[in-house]
């Protein structure tokens, strides 16, 4: 993929895009592990979640502007940073089942990124409702992760697998 780094096109904006950045991942890659369950094989489209159970999951990068640390291979620090997501979709009432991140890299900011999945609560694919929920809380800062993380935005990938009122699939890009 072509990258802009240095292109006055990235200078103009001023918010830093994936395109006008050199992305470093660390060698200790870390991914969400499985709670206490057992693998399940799902279909090509569909993703498996922390808690074994296949869906559609809300994706997207967790950039996280001054992390006061710099081992990305301290797992410690994602499983807090996990905890504090559930617990801020849970205080607000988002049917969210649980939420994976991955791939723990930094870009020539600093900036610490990460794969975030949202995965749905009680069915395999979000709602329009369900997903401007999700959306509303990572992307207007009505989440605050934990001190050690510093501030964040969230950048969200194209979802195209929500349910309708009627129960069909639909697209939806955010």
Not at 90 to 97: A, E, F
Not at 112 to 132: A, H, W
């Amino acid at each position: 993929m072509c990258r802009l780094l240095n292109n006055p096109i990235c200078q103009e904006t001023g918010v830093p895009q994936s395109y006008c950045s050199i992305t470093t991942s660390n060698n200790n890659s870390y991914s969400t592990p499985p709670q206490n369950c057992v693998p399940v094989p799902c279909s090509l489209d569909q993703t498996l979640s922390p808690k074994c159970k296949c869906a559609y999951p809300y994706t997207g990068t967790l950039n996280l502007r001054a992390p006061s640390f710099s081992d990305l291979g301290n797992e410690t620090v994602y499983v807090t940073l996990q905890l504090s997501l559930m617990q801020s979709f849970q205080l607000n009432d988002i049917p969210v089942d649980s939420v994976s991140l991955s791939n723990p890299r930094k870009n020539t900011y600093q900036y610490l990124e990460l794969t975030l999945k949202v995965f749905p609560s009680g069915q395999d694919r979000f709602n329009r409702t369900g997903i401007s929920s999700v959306g509303f809380i990572l992307s207007n800062q009505t989440y605050k992760p934990p001190s050690m993380f510093g501030p964040y935005y969230f950048t969200s990938d194209d979802y195209e697998n929500f349910m309708n009122e009627t129960g069909k699939s639909n697209s939806i890009w955010l």
